[in-house]
Nanobody, 123 residues
Framework: QVQLVESGGGLVQAGGSLRLSCIAS?????????????MGWYRQAAGKQRELVAQ???????NYADSAKGRFTISRDNARNTVTLEMDSLKPEDSAVYYC????????????WGKGTLVTVSS
């Protein structure tokens, strides 16, 4: 089974920075992970729907939510199946549970989610 393990959440003051990391491991239908075309981060604040924060393709193409542009940077290490989200100039409205997401592992049309890591930004 595919497993996603997130780390790096926590409490930070407004204007501060945090780095979230996620590593993918395991197998899919009995075979090792060979490719992860899309990796990304979503977030869900209390009482709100889950929303995309940023995505990155295996070729390095990125897509950011408007709220993340200019403040957050997504990167990945294809050899280690890891994705990182650097968050700067954090605002209280960034407070949410952040979820790692991977798509189309080994070209299967499936999404996998991590359990989430809590980010709290105090004003």
């Amino acid at each position: 089974q595919v497993q996603l393990v997130e780390s790096g959440g926590g409490l930070v003051q407004a204007g501060g920075s945090l780095r979230l990391s996620c590593i993918a491991s395991g197998t899919i239908f009995g075979r090792p992970i060979i490719s992860i075309p899309v990796m990304g981060w979503y977030r869900q604040a209390a009482g709100k729907q889950r929303e995309l924060v940023a995505q990155i393709t295996s070729g390095g193409g990125t897509n950011y939510a408007d709220s993340a542009k200019g403040r957050f940077t997504i990167s990945r290490d294809n050899a280690r199946n890891t994705v990182t989200l650097e968050m700067d100039s954090l605002k209280p409205e960034d407070s949410a549970v952040y979820y790692c997401n991977i798509q189309r592992v080994n070209d299967y049309v499936l999404h996998y989610w991590g359990k989430g890591t809590l980010v709290t930004v105090s004003s």
